[in-house]
């Protein structure tokens, strides 16, 4: 099973880059654009870490 990793950055070019440049390199990408957008992907990708950062 391969990491996964949320990027966080406002310019699609970057994170497009970005994408290619971790998924090349075995890691699934999960990316958001805001950080509003952030917060919803990491709730929904991952509840169990979240209770354990008490975030």
């Known amino acids: ?3 996964t990793i949320l990027i966080v950055e406002d ?3 970057i994170r497009k ?4 440049a ?3 390199e075995g890691f ?3 990316d958001a654009s805001t ?3 952030a ?3 990491f709730n929904r990708h991952y509840p169990s870490l979240k209770e354990r ?3």
């Open 1 to 3: 099973m391969s990491q």
């Open 11 to 13: 310019d699609m070019n």
């Open 17 to 20: 880059m970005l994408n290619i």
């Open 22 to 24: 971790l998924g090349a």
């Open 28 to 30: 699934y990408c999960v």
């Open 35 to 37: 950080v509003r957008d």
């Open 39 to 41: 917060i919803s992907m």
């Open 53 to 55: 950062l008490a975030i």
